[in-house]
C-alpha cells in the first residue's frame, strides 16, 4: 500500500470510528441519532438501517417506538432543507439555527408551483388547525388544503407542508401504520425552550458534529449544516480549546470531548468495519463535502436525481449496490468480491431482513 493510501485508510478508520461504525456499538435508538446529531431522513428504511449499522440489540421496531410511543426522535426539515432524524432534545435549537437561510427559498418555491402568498397563508393555517385534532397524514391533510380551494397539485402541497415546517408549526410525529404523520410541533413537544445566543448554537453546532464526523474541515461542516463557511468557522472558533489540529488542515475533537454526544462507552479502536450493508442515505455519506473516501471512483451509488442507494461497504470501501424485493436481498457488486467478504455479507443480508421484521419467502 502506497503512503497515500495508508493515509486515505487511516482517514476512513478514524471517520468510521466517529460514526459508531467500528467499537463499541449503541445499545439504543437514542444514542445512535444523539451521536451522529441529525440523520438524513428523507428514506424511511435508509434511516432505520442507518440506525442498524452502528448499534447491537435494536430493531426497525425500536425506531418506531422512539418515533411514536416514545417521542424520543422525530423527523423535521433541518440542514440543508433535507429531511433529517434528530433527538426532540436538539430539535428546537437545530431548527432556529438551520431553517431561517431556507424561508427565501420555500417562499420561491411556492409561487413557482403557483400558490399565491395568500392561498399559501390560509393552506398553513388549515393545516394548524386539522392538527390540532391529532396527526395526519400527508393524504388527509391534502385533502384539508383541497377543501379550502388552495392548489395542491404538482408539489405545491409538498411546499405548503414546507412553509408550516420551517415556521416551526409541525413537525412528523408518529407512525400511523406506513405513514409518517404530522403532528402540531408544541403539541408533540411541548412549549419550545429558552434558546442560547446564536453564536453558543454555533459552537455546540461544531463540536457535536465533530463528535460524529472527526475529522473534518469548516467546509465540511458547511456543507453538512447548510450554513455558510462563515458560520462554520464561527461555531469551529467557539470551541477551539477542543480541538486537535492535524497535519491535512482537518480537525478532531481531543480528549473527553471526542467522546461525549451520546456513545455508549469510550471510543473505540482504529479499524476499518467488517463488512456490512448500509441503507440508503447512510450518514457516512453524508458528512463530508468529498464522500471520496469511502466511494473512490466508484459511480452508480448516487444517482443523478440526487438518490444514494443502499450499498456495501468492505474495509472501508463502497463495494457493491443493494436492493430488497419479494423478501430477498440482491447484491450488485461493482467487481468480483472475495469469498469470504462474499460469506459475511449475506450473513448481514439475513440480519438486515430480521432488523427490518421481512419475513423471507419460504424455500
Sequence with gaps: ????????????????????????????????????????????????????????????????????????????????????????????????????????????????????????????????????????????????????????????????LMAATLRGLIVRGPMLGADHAYVLTRDWLGAPPRLPDREVMLAELARRYLAGHSPASDRDLAKWSGLSLGDARRGLSGVSGLLAERDDGLVSLAGPAAEDGGQDGGPGPLALPPPRLHGSFDPLLHGWADRSFVLGATTGIVTSNGVFRPFALVNGQAVAIWSLAAGKIRLAPFAPLAEADEAVLAADADAVLDYLGVRRPRA
Design 1 to 160: 500500500m502506497t503512503a497515500s493510501g495508508a493515509g486515505l485508510t487511516g482517514l476512513t478508520a478514524e471517520r468510521c470510528r466517529a460514526q459508531l461504525l467500528t467499537g463499541p456499538p449503541a445499545t439504543a435508538v437514542t444514542s445512535v441519532v444523539r451521536h451522529l446529531l441529525a440523520v438524513q431522513g428523507q428514506d424511511p428504511r435508509g434511516f432505520r438501517l442507518s440506525v442498524r449499522a452502528r448499534s447491537t440489540g435494536l430493531t426497525a421496531a425500536a425506531v418506531d417506538q422512539a418515533l411514536s410511543v416514545d417521542r424520543s426522535v422525530l423527523v423535521s426539515t433541518l440542514n440543508r432543507g433535507t429531511l433529517h432524524l434528530v433527538c426532540a432534545e436538539d430539535y428546537w435549537w437545530l431548527h432556529a439555527l438551520t431553517t431561517p437561510p431556507l424561508a427565501a427559498t420555500s417562499t420561491r418555491r411556492l409561487g413557482e408551483e403557483k400558490v399565491p402568498p395568500g392561498d399559501a397563508e390560509r393552506a398553513v393555517a388549515e393545516v394548524v388547525t386539522a392538527l390540532a385534532g391529532g396527526p395526519m397524514t400527508r393524504a388527509q391533510l391534502r385533502e384539508r388544503v383541497d377543501r379550502i380551494g388552495v392548489r395542491t397539485e404538482g408539489q405545491a402541497h409538498v411546499h405548503i
